[in-house]
C-alpha cells in the first residue's frame, strides 16, 4: 500500500514539475522576445471588405473592441516586473498599426466619438506628428456625426494650431457653430478668425447666416448681434481705409485720418462702446481700443 | 378552421418543449450575466457610453437568438425526425403543411421570449448607463426607436429560422442543415455589402460585371443586413416607422415564402 | 357489405437507386375484415415496418393502392379513424404524459370535454394514474409503450396499427400489452400488428400474416397453418427456411 503511494507520489511530482518548468519556459521565451508593447497584427490588416464580411452584425461591438485595443495600446507605460511591481517604459509604438485600428474602427462603426477622441489625443502629436491621418479620421467622424460639432471644432483647431491657418480654421469652426445646440463661442471664435484673415466681408456673411438660423431667445443671440454689428462697423473702416490708400497714395496711419479726410463723416458706430482700433499690420479691431501696443499674438489660441 | 388549431396547438407543445429544454434557464443566466458585462464594459468606454450599451444590448440578443436557432431549434427539428417522434405526430390528421408551420411558429415564440427577456435585461442595464452618465445619452436617443430595432431583431432572426426549416426540410442530415443554414445567415449578413461592391466597383475581381448574378442572389437570400438597426438605435438615427412596417413585411412574406417551400419539399421527403 | 377495414392491393416499394435496389416490399396483396385481430409476422428487416408505414403514408408506394375503412391512403383523410403505436414511441420529452396526451387529443380534433373524460380513464386503464403529471424523459421503457398505446387509443379509433407493440418490455409489461390488445379485439376493433414474437401472436391473433424478405408468404387462420400438430415456431421457422432456400437456389 504504501510502496504504491510512494509511487503515485514520485510520479506525479514528476510530471507536476516537468508541467511547471515547461510552462515557465514558454512564458519567459515569450516575455523575451517582443521588446515592442504588442505584436501589431490584427484583424485590422484586413482589407475593409473582409473585416465588414466577418463583423456581420456585430460591427458595432468590433469597431468598440479595436477602439479599446488602441486605447489599451498607448494608454499605459507602466509594465508588470516578474517581482510583482510596475515600472515605467518608453514604450516603441507602431504609430501606423495604431492609426490603422483607428481607420478601420472607423469603417465598422464610422459615427463613434471615442474613435476620435482618442485618434486626436495621440497621432496628431509628438513623436507620430500624424495630422492629415488625424483630419482624415475627423472628417469621416464629421460627416456621421451631424448631431455632433465637436470633430468640426477639433479640425478646426487642428488647421489653425498646426497649420496656421486661421481663415480655414475660422470656416471650420463656423462649420461646427451650424450644427444644432452647438455652443455660441464656435461662431464668435469662427468669425474673429475668418475675420483676421481679411475676410470681414465673408465672416459678416456667416454670421448673419447663423443668426437666421438661431432662434432669437437662445441665450447669446444678442451678443452675436452685437458681434455681427461690431463685424460691420469693421468693413465700413475697412472699405473706407482702401478708398483712403486709391486717393492719397499711402495707407491711413491712425483711424483718425479717415474722417480729417473726409473719406468718412464719422467712425461707425461700435456696439461694444469702444474705439475701433487699427495694428500696425492695417487689421482693424472693435473689442481692443489699444491694438497699437499689441505683440502680435501669431501662433496663440 | 381545425387546421389553424393545429397550427397553433403544435405551436404551443412546441414552445413548451423548448422553454422546458433548459434552454430558458440558460437565457435568464445570459441575460442576467450579459447585464453585468453590460454594464462592465460600458465603463471601459469614456466617450459615447450609451451607444456602446445600446449595442451591446442588442449584439446580446442578437447572439442569443442565434444561437437558440442554430442549436435549440435545430435539436427540436432533428429530433422529430431521427427519433421517429414525428409519426405520433403525422398519424394523425394533421397535414405537413401544419406540421411545418406549427414547428416554426412554436419555435418564433421561444425566440420571442428570449427576445423579450434579453431585451428586457439589456435595456435595464441601458437605463442604469444612461441614468448614470446623462451626458452620454445619444442625441434624439428614445425607447420606441429602441423597441422598434428590437423587433426588427427579432424579426431577423424568424428570417433565420425560416431558411433553417427550408434547409432541414431538404438536408440529408441535421448537420447538413446546420451548415447550410448557417452558410445562409452569413451570406445573408452580407448581401447588402455584395450588392454594393460588385455594382457600385468596376474592380470586383470575378465578379466584375456579373451585377445580374448578384441581384438574382440578393432576391434568392434574406438580405438580413436590412433588419440590423443597431447603428440607428445607438445613435438616436432617425427610423421611420414605415420602413419599420416595410421590414416586418418583408421578413413576414419570405418566412412565409421558406415555409411554403419547405412544405413542398418536405412532401416529396421519405420518412423512413 | 361493409368495407374491410385494411385493403391492400399489389404493394410494391423498392428503396435505393436504380442500381443497388433493395426491393423490401413485392407485390403484397392483403385484406382484413373489421373486427378482426391480425398479426404480422416476420422475421427481422421483412418489411413489417415499411408496410406499416406505407399504410400510414409515411412512404410512398411504388405500386399498388392501400385502403382503410375504404379510404383511399394518401388521398382522402383518415387518420382520424386509426391508432398506430410505433416501434420506439418517442414523445416530447419536457411535456407531461397528460400533456401528450391533450396535444395528440386536440391534433385528432377532439374536444375538451371528450378529452378530459378519456384521459383519466386511459391512465387508469395503462397503470399511468400516478405518472400522468411527470415529464415523459423520466419514464420506463414500458412507461413510455404504455403511454404509445394511450396515445394511440386516446380518440377512440376503429383500426389500430401497432408495430411492435411489446418489443422490448419486460414480462410484466408484455402481459399488459397482451391483454389490452385481447380487450381491443373482444371490443370490436380492428387491430393490425406486427411482431416478431411468436407466442404472443398465438394466443391473440383470428388470422396472420407472414412476410419475408418483402413477399407475402401465408394469410390465413392460424389453425391452418399449424399442420402436423408442430408449434407455431416449429412451423414459422420451416416456412422461412424453405423461402430462403428457394430464393437461393
Not at chain 2, 424568424?158 to 452558410?183: D, G, I, M, Q, R
Not at chain 2, 474592380?203 to 438574382?216: F, R
Not at chain 3, 380487450?183 to 412476410?211: A, P, Y
Request: glycine share 8%; charged share 15%; net charge neutral.
Amino acid at each position: 500500500m504504501s510502496r504504491r503511494l510512494t509511487f503515485h507520489l514520485f510520479v506525479g511530482s514528476i510530471l507536476v514539475c516537468f508541467y511547471a518548468a515547461s510552462y515557465n519556459a514558454v512564458l519567459q521565451e515569450r516575455g523575451g522576445a517582443g521588446k515592442s508593447a504588442h505584436s501589431s497584427s490584427g484583424i485590422w490588416n484586413l482589407p475593409p471588405m473582409a473585416l465588414l464580411a466577418v463583423a456581420g452584425e456585430f460591427k458595432g461591438l468590433m469597431a468598440d473592441y479595436l477602439t479599446l485595443e488602441a486605447g489599451a495600446r498607448v494608454g499605459t507605460q507602466l509594465v508588470r516586473t516578474p517581482e510583482g511591481g510596475f515600472r515605467v517604459v518608453d514604450k516603441q509604438h507602431d504609430w501606423a498599426s495604431l492609426h490603422r485600428i483607428f481607420v478601420t474602427s472607423q469603417i465598422l462603426d464610422p459615427s463613434f466619438a471615442q474613435t476620435y477622441i482618442v485618434a486626436q489625443g495621440w497621432l496628431p502629436w509628438n513623436p507620430p506628428g500624424m495630422l492629415a491621418e488625424t483630419q482624415g479620421i475627423l472628417k469621416t467622424a464629421a460627416k456621421n456625426r451631424q448631431w455632433d460639432w465637436q470633430p468640426l471644432h477639433t479640425l478646426g483647431f487642428n488647421t489653425y494650431y498646426f497649420l496656421n491657418q486661421p481663415v480655414e480654421a475660422g470656416k471650420l469652426y463656423l462649420d461646427a457653430a451650424k450644427v444644432p445646440n452647438a455652443p455660441l463661442f464656435l461662431a464668435i471664435v469662427g468669425a474673429r478668425l475668418v475675420q483676421k484673415g481679411g475676410e470681414t466681408g465673408s465672416a459678416i456673411v456667416i454670421m448673419q447666416s447663423m443668426l437666421a438660423v438661431k432662434d432669437k431667445d437662445e441665450p447669446g443671440y444678442s451678443e452675436m448681434v452685437d458681434r455681427l454689428h461690431a463685424l460691420e462697423g469693421v468693413l465700413v473702416i475697412e472699405k473706407a481705409i482702401s478708398k483712403y490708400t486709391e486717393t492719397m497714395g499711402r495707407k491711413p496711419s491712425s483711424l483718425s485720418e479717415l474722417t480729417t479726410s473726409g473719406v468718412l463723416t464719422a467712425l461707425p458706430p461700435n456696439p461694444y462702446n469702444l474705439n475701433y482700433c487699427m495694428d500696425t499690420a492695417g487689421l482693424i479691431y472693435f473689442d481692443k481700443p489699444n491694438c497699437k501696443n499689441l505683440t502680435p499674438e501669431k501662433g496663440k489660441q | 378552421m381545425q387546421s389553424l388549431r393545429n397550427i397553433w396547438f403544435l405551436a404551443l407543445a412546441t414552445c413548451t418543449e423548448g422553454i422546458r429544454h433548459r434552454a430558458l434557464w440558460a437565457i435568464v443566466c445570459l441575460a442576467v450575466l450579459l447585464t453585468m458585462a453590460n454594464l462592465g464594459v460600458t465603463t471601459l468606454f469614456t466617450w459615447d457610453l450609451g451607444k456602446v450599451s445600446v449595442e451591446f444590448g442588442l449584439s446580446a440578443v442578437a447572439f442569443t437568438g442565434l444561437l437558440l436557432v442554430f442549436f435549440l431549434g435545430m435539436k427540436i427539428l432533428a429530433d422529430d425526425l431521427e427519433r421517429s417522434r414525428i409519426f405520433m405526430l403525422l398519424s394523425r390528421p394533421v397535414s405537413i403543411w401544419q406540421y411545418l408551420a406549427g414547428k416554426f411558429l412554436g419555435l418564433v415564440l421561444v425566440l420571442g421570449l428570449s427576445t423579450v427577456i434579453l431585451g428586457l435585461a439589456a435595456a435595464l442595464s441601458m437605463h442604469y448607463v444612461l441614468w448614470k452618465y446623462p451626458a452620454y445619452v445619444p442625441l434624439n436617443f428614445s425607447w420606441i426607436s429602441y423597441t422598434m430595432a428590437l423587433v426588427c431583431q427579432w424579426m431577423s432572426l424568424v428570417v433565420v429560422l425560416a431558411v433553417s426549416v427550408l434547409c432541414f426540410s431538404f438536408a440529408s442530415s441535421p448537420f447538413v442543415a446546420l451548415l447550410l443554414s448557417v452558410s445562409s445567415y452569413l451570406v445573408g449578413q452580407n448581401m447588402g455589402l455584395l450588392r454594393r461592391v460588385v455594382v457600385e466597383n468596376p474592380y470586383a475581381g470575378v465578379m466584375t460585371g456579373q451585377d445580374n448574378l448578384v441581384i438574382a442572389l440578393s432576391w434568392i437570400f434574406p438580405n438580413l443586413s436590412l433588419f440590423d438597426k443597431k447603428y440607428e438605435a445607438a445613435y438616436g438615427l432617425a427610423f421611420s416607422g414605415q420602413e419599420f412596417l416595410l421590414l416586418c413585411l418583408y421578413g413576414i412574406s419570405y418566412s412565409a415564402l421558406m415555409i411554403y417551400f419547405a412544405t413542398l419539399l418536405f412532401k416529396r421527403k421519405e420518412l423512413a | 357489405m361493409t368495407d374491410p377495414a385494411i385493403e391492400i392491393l399489389n404493394l410494391g416499394k423498392a428503396f435505393g437507386s436504380a442500381r443497388k435496389k433493395n426491393q423490401a416490399v413485392v407485390n403484397l396483396s392483403l385484406r382484413i375484415p373489421q373486427g378482426e385481430v391480425f398479426g404480422f409476422l416476420g422475421p427481422n428487416g421483412a418489411g413489417k415496418s415499411t408496410t406499416i408505414k406505407l399504410l400510414l403514408h409515411f412512404l410512398r408506394p411504388d405500386t399498388g393502392s392501400l385502403r382503410i375503412m375504404g379510404h383511399a391512403v394518401g388521398q382522402e383523410e383518415f387518420r382520424h379513424r386509426i391508432g398506430y403505436l410505433s416501434e420506439f414511441p418517442f414523445f416530447y420529452d419536457h411535456l407531461t404524459a397528460r400533456e401528450t396526451l391533450l396535444l395528440s387529443g386536440r391534433l385528432s380534433g377532439m374536444t375538451r370535454q371528450t378529452m378530459n373524460q378519456r384521459i383519466p380513464m386511459l391512465f387508469d386503464r395503462m397503470n399511468l394514474t400516478e405518472a400522468a403529471d411527470r415529464r415523459v424523459k423520466g419514464f420506463s421503457k414500458g412507461m413510455k409503450q404504455r403511454l404509445g398505446m394511450a396515445n394511440a387509443l386516446i380518440h377512440d379509433p376503429e383500426v389500430l396499427i401497432f408495430d411492435e407493440p411489446m418489443s422490448g418490455l419486460d414480462p410484466v409489461g408484455r402481459h399488459q400489452i397482451k391483454k389490452l390488445i385481447a380487450e381491443l379485439g373482444q371490443e370490436g376493433k380492428t387491430v393490425f400488428f406486427s411482431s416478431h414474437i411468436l407466442s404472443d401472436i398465438e394466443v391473440l391473433c383470428d388470422r396472420i400474416g407472414i412476410i419475408n424478405k418483402g413477399v407475402l408468404l401465408y394469410t390465413g387462420g392460424l389453425e391452418d397453418f399449424l399442420t402436423d400438430g408442430a408449434g407455431l415456431e416449429e412451423c414459422f421457422i420451416r416456412v422461412i427456411e424453405e423461402d430462403n432456400h428457394a430464393i437461393v437456389a
